[in-house]
């Protein structure tokens, strides 16, 4: 992997195509995005309840530019919008989260979910289809029994290639309030849906039971003063977890000191200053996304104005504080009028650990270089992503006279924003969600 800092202003590069429909409506809207264990494939989900698996073209003598181009694999309808006739509400068709499962055959497995129900889909390719059956002709209409005379043994012939997706469990009926976050345990056995009181940990074969691993609801709703924002499991200690609050805390529990782990092993917090103290100071110390790093060592939080990295050694504060659009702190009182101050951004890691990224407003996503305490915004736009393109460092005017070079904080676009990221498990090859397109960039090729 080439050196972050040496190639950071043009790090990545679009592909020849932006992956996205030329007219989009709210069901169009990407919600998710996630490379397999491998980085082969890229699934995203979108408000229609739709999943697109994409996947990387391997390497040709002829064109060896285009390995890491990714193309379409499979798509397929993973969420109905569906009626709770006893709450009366509707529940909605969008894919909240999306998680890999280790390969371990020639299908591929993940998991998708909306607000309530998590289903295991399994992919599957298919080159053959049998044919010479006894009861049936070929056109799969039941032959009349007085008819067969002989018996044949079927043979498989050879057809073009055909990607299916099936359900193989859907696991529902587990929560009472949305689902925010899932997450696959190492053991590979059991993965965890977490709502905005409870997380429930689940068998991958057993669907219709779950257990109650963290319960925050209160006897009194009245008396309920937090609710739990994201959980992810260890990446390696298969009885380590933690999750995030809306009040900006982080709870490390192990499931082996009780089955239900209302009381947590750590407590990550970093105390306010009182004399930043205003009324939008819970709101922007809301986490919305918590992720272990690759080694296990260190958690990453994302809040409305920082990431934050923390060293699991260490609860009283952060290890590193990275600001990603402090510009926007003057702002937000008009974002709060506009619902913009909920808005839940991802962050990632990249493969070694060494670099995070996350998403900004108006197009703009944020990368920051732990070792080198270097940092650059870029644009993920049609207008200056065209195929092969060096991407440009943008940066942001806040007062004064402006350059050239830089936009106006007052031009921003908040409608435009990058909530979701992804990043290549082993190679600088990232995916960017804004709206209904999705951009893959790639690191500078000499």
Sequence with gaps: MKCFSRYLPYLFRPPSTILSSSCHTEADIISTVEFNATGELLATGDKGGRVVVFQREQESKNQPHRRGEYNVYSTFQSHEPEFDYLKSLEIEEKINKIRWLPQQN??????????????????????????????????????????????????????????????????????????????????????????????????????????????????????????????????????????????????????????????????????EDPNNRSFFSEIISSISDVKFSHNGRYLMTRDYLTVKVWDLNMENKPLETYQVHDYLRSKLCSLYENDCIFDKFECVWNGSDSVIMTGSYNNFFRMFDRNTKRDVTLEASRENSKPRAILKPRKVCVGGKRRKDEISVDSLDFSKKILHTAWHPSENIIAVAATNNLYIFQDKVN
């Design 106 to 271: 020639a299908a591929y497995f993940l998991l998708s979910t909306n607000d309530k129900t998590v289903k295991l889909w399994k992919i599957s390719e298919r080159d053959k289809r049998p044919e010479g059956y006894n009861l049936k002709d070929e056109d799969g209409r039941i032959r009349d029994p007085a008819t067969i005379t002989t018996l044949r043994v079927p043979v498989l012939r050879p057809m073009d290639l055909m990607v299916e997706a099936t359900a193989r469990r859907i696991f529902s009926n587990g929560h009472t309030y949305h689902i925010n976050s899932i997450s696959v345990n190492s053991d590979y056995e059991t993965y965890m849906s977490t709502d905005d009181l409870r997380i429930n940990l689940w068998n991958l074969e057993i669907t219709n039971r779950s257990f109650n691993i963290v319960d925050i609801k209160p006897a009194n709703m009245e008396d309920l003063t937090e609710v739990i924002t994201a959980a992810e499991f260890h990446p390696s200690h298969c009885n380590t977890f933690v999750y995030s609050s809306s009040k900006g805390s982080i709870r490390l529990c192990d499931m082996r000191a009780s089955a239900l782990c209302d009381n947590h092993s750590k407590f990550f917090e970093e105390p």
